[in-house]
Protein backbone atom coordinates (compact mmCIF):
# COMPACT_ATOMS: atom_id res chain seq x y z
CA UNK A 1 0.00 0.00 0.00
CA UNK A 2 1.10 3.36 -0.99
CA UNK A 3 -0.48 5.76 1.62
CA UNK A 4 1.61 9.34 1.87
CA UNK A 5 3.25 9.69 5.69
CA UNK A 6 0.68 12.66 6.64
CA UNK A 7 -2.11 10.51 5.35
CA UNK A 8 -0.77 8.06 7.73
CA UNK A 9 -0.67 10.24 10.44
CA UNK A 10 -4.22 12.14 9.90
CA UNK A 11 -5.12 8.90 10.38
CA UNK A 12 -3.58 7.95 13.30
CA UNK A 13 -4.87 11.17 14.85
CA UNK A 14 -8.41 10.78 14.47
CA UNK A 15 -8.31 6.67 15.01
CA UNK A 16 -8.76 7.07 18.80
CA UNK A 17 -11.40 10.04 18.98
CA UNK A 18 -13.31 7.41 16.17
CA UNK A 19 -13.12 4.16 18.94
CA UNK A 20 -14.28 6.59 21.84
CA UNK A 21 -17.46 7.59 20.11
CA UNK A 22 -18.01 4.58 18.75
CA UNK A 23 -17.60 2.88 22.41
CA UNK A 24 -19.35 6.32 23.64
CA UNK A 25 -22.38 5.08 21.31
CA UNK A 26 -22.46 1.47 22.18
CA UNK A 27 -22.89 2.41 25.98
CA UNK A 28 -25.68 4.64 25.13
CA UNK A 29 -27.06 2.10 22.97
CA UNK A 30 -26.71 -1.28 25.52
CA UNK A 31 -28.64 1.16 27.98
CA UNK A 32 -25.67 0.96 30.85
CA UNK A 33 -25.95 4.74 31.83
CA UNK A 34 -29.44 7.26 31.47
CA UNK A 35 -29.23 9.50 28.77
CA UNK A 36 -29.20 12.37 31.81
CA UNK A 37 -26.08 11.72 32.53
CA UNK A 38 -24.43 10.65 29.65
CA UNK A 39 -26.04 11.85 25.97
CA UNK A 40 -25.77 9.81 22.99
CA UNK A 41 -23.52 11.18 20.55
CA UNK A 42 -26.36 12.01 18.07
CA UNK A 43 -28.07 14.15 20.86
CA UNK A 44 -24.73 15.85 21.05
CA UNK A 45 -24.74 16.99 17.72
CA UNK A 46 -28.39 17.73 17.48
CA UNK A 47 -27.37 20.01 20.33
CA UNK A 48 -24.49 21.28 18.66
CA UNK A 49 -26.38 22.40 15.20
CA UNK A 50 -29.14 24.10 17.02
CA UNK A 51 -27.07 26.09 19.19
CA UNK A 52 -25.07 27.17 16.02
CA UNK A 53 -28.22 27.86 14.08
CA UNK A 54 -30.86 29.44 16.42
CA UNK A 55 -28.33 30.01 20.00
CA UNK A 56 -25.53 32.17 18.15
CA UNK A 57 -23.07 29.54 19.14
CA UNK A 58 -20.73 30.92 16.86
CA UNK A 59 -20.92 34.11 18.64
CA UNK A 60 -20.44 32.40 21.48
CA UNK A 61 -17.10 30.81 20.26
CA UNK A 62 -15.71 33.95 18.61
CA UNK A 63 -15.63 35.55 21.46
CA UNK A 64 -13.84 32.90 23.57
CA UNK A 65 -11.22 32.83 20.41
CA UNK A 66 -10.54 36.31 21.06
CA UNK A 67 -10.21 36.22 24.69
CA UNK A 68 -7.94 33.30 24.27
CA UNK A 69 -5.72 34.81 21.15
CA UNK A 70 -5.28 38.59 22.88
CA UNK A 71 -4.16 37.19 26.16
CA UNK A 72 -1.99 34.21 24.22
CA UNK A 73 -0.09 37.06 22.43
CA UNK A 74 -0.15 39.57 25.32
CA UNK A 75 1.28 36.55 27.27
CA UNK A 76 3.94 35.38 24.72
CA UNK A 77 5.05 38.71 23.55
CA UNK A 78 5.55 39.95 26.98
CA UNK A 79 6.85 36.10 28.14
CA UNK A 80 9.31 35.98 25.07
CA UNK A 81 11.27 39.29 25.72
CA UNK A 82 11.45 39.11 29.45
CA UNK A 83 13.13 35.33 28.82
CA UNK A 84 15.38 36.83 26.54
CA UNK A 85 16.19 39.66 28.98
CA UNK A 86 16.96 37.23 32.07
CA UNK A 87 18.47 34.44 29.36
CA UNK A 88 21.25 37.14 27.70
CA UNK A 89 21.94 39.24 31.04
CA UNK A 90 23.23 37.12 33.92
CA UNK A 91 22.75 40.26 36.39
CA UNK A 92 18.85 40.40 35.45
CA UNK A 93 18.70 36.53 36.01
CA UNK A 94 20.34 37.52 39.37
CA UNK A 95 17.67 40.07 40.30
CA UNK A 96 14.51 38.87 37.89
CA UNK A 97 14.76 35.01 38.61
CA UNK A 98 14.14 34.10 42.52
CA UNK A 99 11.29 36.55 42.10
CA UNK A 100 9.86 35.29 39.03
CA UNK A 101 10.04 31.50 40.02
CA UNK A 102 8.58 32.04 43.10
CA UNK A 103 5.04 34.07 42.09
CA UNK A 104 4.92 31.29 39.67
CA UNK A 105 4.77 28.62 42.12
CA UNK A 106 1.14 30.51 42.86
CA UNK A 107 -1.22 29.25 41.03
CA UNK A 108 -3.02 32.32 38.23
CA UNK A 109 -6.66 31.10 39.50
CA UNK A 110 -5.27 32.32 43.03
CA UNK A 111 -4.65 35.88 41.74
CA UNK A 112 -8.33 35.95 40.28
CA UNK A 113 -10.01 37.58 43.67
CA UNK A 114 -7.37 40.56 43.86
CA UNK A 115 -7.55 40.94 39.73
CA UNK A 116 -10.82 41.38 40.07
CA UNK A 117 -11.14 44.02 43.18
CA UNK A 118 -8.71 46.00 41.24
CA UNK A 119 -9.83 46.03 38.23
CA UNK A 120 -13.42 44.65 38.16
CA UNK A 121 -15.70 42.32 36.51
CA UNK A 122 -14.98 42.93 32.56
CA UNK A 123 -13.10 42.11 30.01
CA UNK A 124 -9.60 43.45 30.50
CA UNK A 125 -8.95 40.95 33.76
CA UNK A 126 -10.10 38.09 31.53
CA UNK A 127 -7.46 39.15 29.25
CA UNK A 128 -4.99 39.51 31.82
CA UNK A 129 -5.32 36.46 33.44
CA UNK A 130 -4.90 34.31 30.01
CA UNK A 131 -2.06 36.76 29.31
CA UNK A 132 -0.21 35.38 32.85
CA UNK A 133 -1.02 31.77 32.13
CA UNK A 134 0.83 32.01 28.62
CA UNK A 135 3.84 34.33 30.11
CA UNK A 136 5.41 31.39 31.91
CA UNK A 137 5.91 28.68 29.80
CA UNK A 138 7.31 31.13 27.06
CA UNK A 139 9.58 33.15 29.64
CA UNK A 140 10.96 29.85 30.94
CA UNK A 141 11.65 28.29 27.52
CA UNK A 142 12.97 31.03 26.03
CA UNK A 143 15.07 31.71 28.57
CA UNK A 144 16.34 27.60 28.59
CA UNK A 145 16.78 27.89 24.95
CA UNK A 146 18.81 31.24 25.09
CA UNK A 147 21.10 29.94 27.97
CA UNK A 148 21.45 26.29 26.17
CA UNK A 149 22.97 28.07 22.96
CA UNK A 150 26.36 26.04 22.31
CA UNK A 151 29.71 28.06 23.38
CA UNK A 152 31.13 26.79 20.07
CA UNK A 153 28.41 28.42 18.39
CA UNK A 154 29.09 31.83 20.31
CA UNK A 155 32.91 31.71 19.92
CA UNK A 156 31.87 31.53 15.94
CA UNK A 157 30.73 34.64 15.70
CA UNK A 158 33.62 36.09 17.71
CA UNK A 159 35.86 34.35 15.71
CA UNK A 160 34.12 36.35 12.52
CA UNK A 161 33.51 39.65 14.41
CA UNK A 162 30.76 39.64 14.98
CA UNK A 163 28.50 42.65 17.29
CA UNK A 164 26.06 41.69 20.38
CA UNK A 165 23.01 42.93 17.27
CA UNK A 166 24.17 39.75 15.14
CA UNK A 167 25.33 37.65 17.80
CA UNK A 168 21.27 37.71 19.02
CA UNK A 169 19.55 37.62 15.92
CA UNK A 170 21.96 35.38 13.76
CA UNK A 171 23.30 33.01 16.75
CA UNK A 172 21.11 32.82 19.70
CA UNK A 173 17.68 33.29 18.22
CA UNK A 174 17.70 30.79 15.90
CA UNK A 175 19.11 28.50 17.72
CA UNK A 176 16.70 29.14 20.44
CA UNK A 177 14.17 28.07 18.48
CA UNK A 178 12.80 24.67 19.10
CA UNK A 179 12.79 26.21 22.69
CA UNK A 180 10.83 29.17 22.08
CA UNK A 181 8.17 26.79 19.84
CA UNK A 182 7.68 24.35 22.98
CA UNK A 183 6.87 27.34 24.52
CA UNK A 184 4.51 28.78 22.01
CA UNK A 185 2.86 25.27 22.06
CA UNK A 186 2.94 25.34 25.91
CA UNK A 187 1.50 28.48 26.51
CA UNK A 188 -0.95 28.04 23.86
CA UNK A 189 -2.85 24.98 25.70
CA UNK A 190 -2.35 27.25 29.02
CA UNK A 191 -4.38 29.83 27.55
CA UNK A 192 -6.92 27.60 27.06
CA UNK A 193 -7.01 26.25 30.08
CA UNK A 194 -7.22 29.48 31.91
CA UNK A 195 -9.91 30.71 29.26
CA UNK A 196 -12.44 28.57 30.92
CA UNK A 197 -11.01 30.09 34.59
CA UNK A 198 -11.76 33.24 33.16
CA UNK A 199 -14.84 32.86 31.83
CA UNK A 200 -16.41 31.05 34.87
CA UNK A 201 -14.75 32.57 37.68
CA UNK A 202 -14.88 36.21 36.30
CA UNK A 203 -18.65 36.36 35.61
CA UNK A 204 -19.67 36.90 32.11
CA UNK A 205 -22.29 36.16 29.79
CA UNK A 206 -20.96 35.90 26.39
CA UNK A 207 -18.48 32.70 25.99
CA UNK A 208 -18.17 28.87 25.67
CA UNK A 209 -17.47 28.44 29.23
CA UNK A 210 -20.64 30.28 30.22
CA UNK A 211 -22.30 27.56 27.32
CA UNK A 212 -21.01 25.07 29.63
CA UNK A 213 -21.80 26.63 32.96
CA UNK A 214 -25.25 27.06 31.46
CA UNK A 215 -25.70 23.24 30.63
CA UNK A 216 -24.41 22.58 34.32
CA UNK A 217 -27.67 24.77 35.90
CA UNK A 218 -30.09 23.29 33.33
CA UNK A 219 -28.82 20.15 33.71
CA UNK A 220 -28.51 19.75 29.96
CA UNK A 221 -25.42 17.36 29.40
CA UNK A 222 -25.60 17.48 25.37
CA UNK A 223 -24.97 21.21 26.02
CA UNK A 224 -21.87 20.59 28.33
CA UNK A 225 -20.61 17.82 26.22
CA UNK A 226 -20.91 20.82 23.05
CA UNK A 227 -18.75 23.07 25.14
CA UNK A 228 -15.57 20.50 25.96
CA UNK A 229 -15.82 19.43 22.54
CA UNK A 230 -15.26 22.59 20.94
CA UNK A 231 -12.57 24.15 23.45
CA UNK A 232 -11.07 20.75 22.50
CA UNK A 233 -10.96 21.30 18.88
CA UNK A 234 -10.23 24.79 18.90
CA UNK A 235 -7.60 24.34 20.95
CA UNK A 236 -5.92 21.59 19.04
CA UNK A 237 -6.44 23.21 15.69
CA UNK A 238 -4.86 26.25 16.99
CA UNK A 239 -1.94 24.03 18.19
CA UNK A 240 -1.94 22.72 14.81
CA UNK A 241 -1.35 25.93 13.42
CA UNK A 242 1.17 26.87 15.50
CA UNK A 243 3.03 24.05 14.78
CA UNK A 244 2.83 24.28 11.02
CA UNK A 245 4.23 27.73 11.15
CA UNK A 246 7.09 26.58 13.96
CA UNK A 247 7.99 24.19 11.50
CA UNK A 248 8.01 26.28 8.28
CA UNK A 249 10.13 29.07 10.37
CA UNK A 250 12.83 25.93 11.53
CA UNK A 251 14.52 25.61 8.66
CA UNK A 252 17.75 22.95 8.37
CA UNK A 253 15.12 20.69 10.17
CA UNK A 254 16.01 21.12 13.97
CA UNK A 255 12.47 20.38 15.30
CA UNK A 256 11.84 17.59 12.85
CA UNK A 257 13.96 14.85 13.61
CA UNK A 258 12.39 12.52 11.15
CA UNK A 259 13.39 8.75 11.70
CA UNK B 1 60.76 45.72 10.20
CA UNK B 2 58.93 44.51 7.13
CA UNK B 3 57.84 40.64 7.02
CA UNK B 4 56.14 38.54 4.37
CA UNK B 5 52.36 38.76 4.58
CA UNK B 6 51.03 35.35 6.72
CA UNK B 7 53.86 35.49 9.11
CA UNK B 8 53.22 34.55 12.44
CA UNK B 9 55.66 34.86 15.25
CA UNK B 10 55.47 33.42 18.87
CA UNK B 11 57.90 34.92 21.24
CA UNK B 12 58.53 34.36 24.83
CA UNK B 13 55.32 33.56 25.03
CA UNK B 14 54.43 31.96 28.34
CA UNK B 15 50.42 31.56 30.14
CA UNK B 16 49.22 30.19 33.51
CA UNK B 17 45.60 29.87 34.97
CA UNK B 18 45.65 30.39 39.11
CA UNK B 19 43.42 27.13 40.22
CA UNK B 20 42.85 27.34 43.65
CA UNK B 21 45.17 29.58 44.62
CA UNK B 22 47.79 27.08 42.60
CA UNK B 23 50.02 28.71 39.51
CA UNK B 24 49.16 26.15 36.68
CA UNK B 25 51.71 26.59 33.90
CA UNK B 26 49.95 26.12 30.78
CA UNK B 27 52.54 27.21 28.67
CA UNK B 28 56.22 28.35 29.25
CA UNK B 29 58.77 30.06 26.80
CA UNK B 30 57.33 29.20 24.00
CA UNK B 31 59.62 30.65 20.27
CA UNK B 32 58.45 29.55 17.09
CA UNK B 33 58.10 31.12 13.74
CA UNK B 34 55.52 30.17 11.26
CA UNK B 35 57.09 31.50 8.08
CA UNK B 36 54.62 32.77 5.54
CA UNK B 37 53.16 30.54 2.89
CA UNK B 38 54.75 27.34 5.59
CA UNK B 39 52.34 24.15 6.42
CA UNK B 40 53.41 23.69 10.11
CA UNK B 41 52.22 21.27 12.73
CA UNK B 42 51.86 21.62 16.45
CA UNK B 43 52.03 17.97 17.71
CA UNK B 44 51.39 16.86 20.93
CA UNK B 45 49.75 14.67 23.42
CA UNK B 46 46.14 16.20 25.05
CA UNK B 47 46.73 18.53 27.43
CA UNK B 48 50.22 20.20 25.98
CA UNK B 49 48.64 23.29 25.82
CA UNK B 50 49.03 23.22 21.82
CA UNK B 51 45.26 24.25 21.48
CA UNK B 52 45.57 26.99 23.48
CA UNK B 53 48.42 28.10 21.69
CA UNK B 54 46.20 28.00 18.80
CA UNK B 55 43.77 30.33 20.61
CA UNK B 56 45.88 32.58 21.32
CA UNK B 57 47.00 32.88 17.81
CA UNK B 58 43.36 33.12 16.69
CA UNK B 59 43.34 36.24 19.24
CA UNK B 60 40.64 34.92 21.14
CA UNK B 61 43.15 34.33 24.21
CA UNK B 62 44.40 37.58 25.71
CA UNK B 63 45.93 36.93 29.37
CA UNK B 64 49.46 35.78 28.69
CA UNK B 65 53.09 36.98 28.42
CA UNK B 66 55.36 37.68 26.01
CA UNK B 67 53.90 38.33 22.28
CA UNK B 68 52.67 37.03 19.17
CA UNK B 69 53.02 38.69 15.77
CA UNK B 70 51.55 38.49 12.66
CA UNK B 71 53.31 40.28 10.06
CA UNK B 72 54.81 41.74 13.10
CA UNK B 73 52.29 43.41 14.52
CA UNK B 74 50.34 42.46 17.68
CA UNK B 75 47.37 40.07 17.73
CA UNK B 76 44.53 41.96 19.33
CA UNK B 77 41.53 39.66 18.88
CA UNK B 78 40.23 37.94 16.34
CA UNK B 79 40.87 39.17 12.45
CA UNK B 80 39.99 38.12 8.90
CA UNK B 81 43.99 37.60 8.41
CA UNK B 82 42.63 34.40 10.22
CA UNK B 83 40.99 31.53 9.51
CA UNK B 84 40.12 28.91 11.75
CA UNK B 85 38.67 24.97 11.56
CA UNK B 86 37.72 23.61 14.16
CA UNK B 87 37.96 19.67 14.96
CA UNK B 88 33.80 19.74 15.17
CA UNK B 89 32.60 21.21 11.96
CA UNK B 90 30.67 23.69 14.18
CA UNK B 91 28.39 24.64 10.87
CA UNK B 92 25.63 25.88 12.06
CA UNK B 93 22.19 23.31 11.40
CA UNK B 94 19.57 26.03 10.70
CA UNK B 95 21.85 27.57 7.65
CA UNK B 96 22.42 26.08 4.00
CA UNK B 97 25.64 24.82 3.13
CA UNK B 98 25.84 28.29 0.52
CA UNK B 99 24.87 30.46 3.73
CA UNK B 100 27.72 28.85 6.52
CA UNK B 101 30.84 29.49 4.04
CA UNK B 102 29.08 33.35 3.40
CA UNK B 103 28.91 33.24 7.49
CA UNK B 104 32.07 35.89 7.43
CA UNK B 105 31.17 38.06 4.14
CA UNK B 106 28.24 40.12 5.20
CA UNK B 107 30.23 43.08 3.90
CA UNK B 108 30.10 42.06 0.42
CA UNK B 109 27.24 42.39 -1.61
CA UNK B 110 24.83 39.48 -2.87
CA UNK B 111 26.54 39.21 -5.86
CA UNK B 112 30.02 39.00 -4.88
CA UNK B 113 28.74 36.48 -1.55
CA UNK B 114 27.35 34.81 -4.42
CA UNK B 115 30.60 34.30 -6.37
CA UNK B 116 32.33 33.30 -3.26
CA UNK B 117 30.65 30.86 -1.97
CA UNK B 118 30.85 29.14 -5.20
CA UNK B 119 34.06 29.49 -5.94
CA UNK B 120 35.31 27.86 -2.81
CA UNK B 121 32.48 25.42 -3.23
CA UNK B 122 33.48 24.59 -6.08
CA UNK B 123 37.51 24.69 -4.68
CA UNK B 124 36.34 21.98 -1.92
CA UNK B 125 34.60 19.50 -4.20
CA UNK B 126 31.14 20.32 -3.10
CA UNK B 127 29.64 22.50 -6.29
CA UNK B 128 25.75 21.93 -6.24
CA UNK B 129 25.50 21.61 -2.56
CA UNK B 130 24.45 25.23 -1.55
CA UNK B 131 21.31 24.70 -0.71
CA UNK B 132 22.05 21.37 1.36
CA UNK B 133 21.54 21.49 5.04
CA UNK B 134 24.66 20.59 7.08
CA UNK B 135 22.29 17.48 8.47
CA UNK B 136 22.68 15.87 5.26
CA UNK B 137 26.09 15.91 4.95
CA UNK B 138 28.74 13.45 6.08
CA UNK B 139 31.38 14.44 8.51
CA UNK B 140 33.98 14.49 5.51
CA UNK B 141 31.80 16.85 3.58
CA UNK B 142 30.61 18.87 6.64
CA UNK B 143 34.76 19.90 7.23
CA UNK B 144 34.80 20.13 3.61
CA UNK B 145 32.29 23.04 3.80
CA UNK B 146 34.12 24.82 7.29
CA UNK B 147 37.36 24.82 5.18
CA UNK B 148 35.28 26.76 2.76
CA UNK B 149 33.78 29.00 5.38
CA UNK B 150 37.40 29.56 6.48
CA UNK B 151 38.89 30.15 2.80
CA UNK B 152 35.91 32.40 2.08
CA UNK B 153 37.44 34.63 3.94
CA UNK B 154 40.67 34.96 1.97
CA UNK B 155 42.70 34.50 5.31
CA UNK B 156 46.42 35.05 4.90
CA UNK B 157 46.54 32.38 7.61
CA UNK B 158 44.28 29.35 8.06
CA UNK B 159 44.43 27.77 11.65
CA UNK B 160 43.92 24.04 11.80
CA UNK B 161 42.69 22.81 15.24
CA UNK B 162 42.69 18.86 14.87
CA UNK B 163 40.79 19.02 11.84
CA UNK B 164 40.56 15.49 10.77
CA UNK B 165 40.39 14.21 14.14
CA UNK B 166 36.48 13.47 14.05
CA UNK B 167 36.54 11.24 11.02
CA UNK B 168 37.60 7.85 10.42
CA UNK B 169 40.75 6.85 9.19
CA UNK B 170 40.55 6.51 5.37
CA UNK B 171 38.18 9.92 5.25
CA UNK B 172 41.30 11.13 7.14
CA UNK B 173 43.58 9.79 4.78
CA UNK B 174 41.93 11.48 1.55
CA UNK B 175 40.93 14.89 3.59
CA UNK B 176 44.90 14.74 4.39
CA UNK B 177 45.33 14.97 0.72
CA UNK B 178 42.55 17.52 -0.18
CA UNK B 179 44.20 19.83 2.75
CA UNK B 180 47.73 19.73 0.60
CA UNK B 181 45.80 20.59 -2.30
CA UNK B 182 44.23 23.27 -0.72
CA UNK B 183 47.20 24.31 0.69
CA UNK B 184 48.78 23.92 -2.57
CA UNK B 185 46.41 26.23 -4.19
CA UNK B 186 45.89 28.85 -2.09
CA UNK B 187 49.18 29.62 -0.86
CA UNK B 188 48.48 30.68 2.43
CA UNK B 189 50.10 29.57 6.04
CA UNK B 190 48.68 26.90 7.49
CA UNK B 191 48.83 26.13 10.96
CA UNK B 192 47.63 23.09 12.09
CA UNK B 193 47.49 21.40 15.96
CA UNK B 194 47.21 17.62 16.01
CA UNK B 195 47.65 14.78 17.42
CA UNK B 196 48.20 12.46 14.71
CA UNK B 197 51.70 11.56 13.71
CA UNK B 198 51.59 10.57 10.25
CA UNK B 199 49.33 13.48 9.63
CA UNK B 200 51.82 15.51 11.01
CA UNK B 201 54.43 14.17 9.16
CA UNK B 202 52.38 13.89 5.37
CA UNK B 203 51.34 17.16 5.43
CA UNK B 204 54.06 19.70 6.68
CA UNK B 205 57.23 21.27 6.19
CA UNK B 206 57.70 21.53 9.92
CA UNK B 207 56.83 20.00 12.73
CA UNK B 208 56.86 21.65 15.83
CA UNK B 209 56.53 18.64 18.92
CA UNK B 210 55.18 19.81 22.47
CA UNK B 211 55.54 18.33 25.56
CA UNK B 212 53.17 18.62 28.42
CA UNK B 213 52.84 20.01 32.07
CA UNK B 214 54.28 23.28 31.38
CA UNK B 215 53.81 23.08 27.91
CA UNK B 216 56.86 23.58 26.35
CA UNK B 217 58.71 22.78 22.56
CA UNK B 218 60.58 19.96 22.85
CA UNK B 219 61.74 19.60 19.28
CA UNK B 220 61.05 21.53 16.36
CA UNK B 221 61.66 19.33 13.15
CA UNK B 222 62.27 20.49 9.52
CA UNK B 223 60.63 17.98 6.62
CA UNK B 224 62.52 18.28 3.33
CA UNK B 225 61.25 15.36 1.36
CA UNK B 226 59.36 16.28 -1.71
CA UNK B 227 55.22 16.25 -1.90
CA UNK B 228 52.93 13.90 -1.85
CA UNK B 229 54.74 11.92 0.52
CA UNK B 230 54.27 8.21 0.01
CA UNK B 231 53.82 6.88 3.73
CA UNK B 232 55.15 3.58 3.13
CA UNK B 233 58.15 5.26 2.39
CA UNK B 234 61.67 4.52 4.56
CA UNK B 235 62.02 8.15 4.63
CA UNK B 236 58.81 8.38 6.36
CA UNK B 237 58.78 5.58 8.69
CA UNK B 238 62.23 6.90 9.76
CA UNK B 239 60.50 9.96 10.37
CA UNK B 240 57.82 8.74 12.31
CA UNK B 241 60.24 6.64 14.14
CA UNK B 242 62.10 9.60 15.43
CA UNK B 243 58.93 11.11 16.40
CA UNK B 244 57.44 8.56 18.58
CA UNK B 245 60.97 8.50 20.22
CA UNK B 246 60.49 12.17 21.43
CA UNK B 247 56.99 10.46 23.03
CA UNK B 248 58.73 7.30 24.50
CA UNK B 249 56.44 5.27 22.48
CA UNK B 250 60.13 4.22 20.16
CA UNK B 251 60.80 0.31 19.08
CA UNK B 252 64.25 -1.18 18.94
CA UNK B 253 64.94 -3.17 16.04
CA UNK B 254 67.35 -5.02 16.46
CA UNK B 255 67.00 -6.83 13.06
CA UNK B 256 66.95 -3.62 11.02
CA UNK B 257 70.89 -3.65 11.36
CA UNK B 258 70.95 -7.39 10.26
CA UNK B 259 69.58 -6.89 7.17
Not at chain 1, 30 to 50: D, E, N
Not at chain 1, 122 to 131: K, S, T, V
Not at chain 2, 141 to 151: E, G, K, N
Amino acid sequence: MNISKRTKSVLGSILLPVVLIILWQYIFSAGYIASAILPSPHQVIKTFIIHFTENEYSFHIISSLKRVLSGFFIGIVSGFLFGLFIGLSRTAEKIFSPSFNAVRQISIIGWIPLIVMWFGVNEFPRIIIIAAAAFYPIALNTFAGVRNVPREYVELASVYGYNRLKLITRIILPSALPSIATGITLALGMSWAMLMAAELFIPTNIGIGTRIQIGREKFNMALILVGIITVGSLGFAMTSIVEIIAHAADRGRILRKEI
Amino acid sequence: MSVEKGTLEIRNLSKSYVVDNNQLQILKNINITFPSGAFVSILGSSGCGKTTLLRIMLGLEKQYEGDALIDGEKIKGPGSNRGIVFQDHRLLPWLTVGENVAFGLDKLNRKEKKLLVDDHLKLVGLSGFENAYPSNLSGGMAQRVAIARALANKPEILLLDEPLGALDALTRMYMQKELERLWEFEKITMIMVTHDVEEAIYLSDKIVIMSSRPGVIKKVIDIPSARPRDRASSEFMHIKAEILKEFHLGTEYPFAYAI
